[in-house]
């Protein structure tokens, strides 16, 4: 029966963090109430406060979890013996794929950074710095390949992240062009704007410094 009843309460708490992500995405953290959740999940209100004491710690679950989620996925993604051409490349494609599959936590992770109480706020900022570090070890990679041709790596690792996850901002899967396409464009546009040179002898997979077929149309 106890193995029954946990099983029960990590269900139960899934639909909430689940159910909270819609309303939350919906109508803004401020507007939402404990009860609303409640209502959602189907659950009384008192068996919410059973899993999350408060608003700010079910707000706090959903970034925290985001978080660790996507750090975990670009650990199992990224390839670290691979020239840093290639492993920006499979950043870009990386961030835009995930983010784009997942809008409500992303739109949550950015627009609700401010409901976060200090403490939370600085916890969730240290797993944002981890996760730009990331990318920052390729740019620095690049550097020592000499592949890459940059003023500043955290300026550069900021303007590309901007850049990528805008993307969420305007990109509608019923539009012009496929997300696959739009991936391209971003892959070419990030190693372009970073002047990616041809890699050094024994780099042969790291991919071109832009795509001709995307930029230049009169080839």
Not at 62 to 82: F, I, K, P, V
Not at 160 to 182: C, E, H, P, Y
Request: net charge negative; with cysteine.
């Amino acid at each position: 029966m106890a193995r029954i009843a946990g099983t029960l309460a990590i269900e139960t708490a899934a639909r909430i963090r689940a159910e909270s992500l819609i309303l939350f995405a919906r109508y803004g953290y401020a507007a939402v109430s404990m009860r609303q959740i409640a209502s959602a999940v189907g659950v009384m209100p008192g068996a919410l406060y059973h899993h999350y004491a408060t608003k700010q710690h079910l707000l706090m679950a959903l970034m925290e979890g985001h978080m660790h989620e996507l750090l975990a996925a670009w650990a199992q993604a990224d390839d670290t013996e691979t020239p840093a051409t290639v492993r920006l490349s499979n950043f870009v494609r990386f961030h835009i794929d995930y983010h784009l599959s997942r809008p409500d936590e992303v739109f949550l992770s950015y627009m609700e950074l401010r409901a976060l109480e200090t403490e939370n706020y600085v916890t969730l900022e240290g797993l944002r710095r981890t996760y730009e570090s990331g990318l920052k070890d390729i740019l620095e990679q690049g550097e020592r390949e000499a592949c890459f041709t940059l003023d500043d790596v955290h300026v550069t690792a900021m303007a590309i992240l901007a850049m990528l996850t805008g993307v969420n901002n305007w990109f509608k899967q019923s539009g012009r062009l496929s997300a696959d396409i739009i991936t391209d464009h971003y892959v070419a546009l990030t190693l372009h704007a970073i002047e990616a040179q041809a890699s050094p002898e024994g780099n042969k997979n790291a991919p071109p410094a832009f795509a001709p077929t995307i930029f230049n149309k009169r080839r």
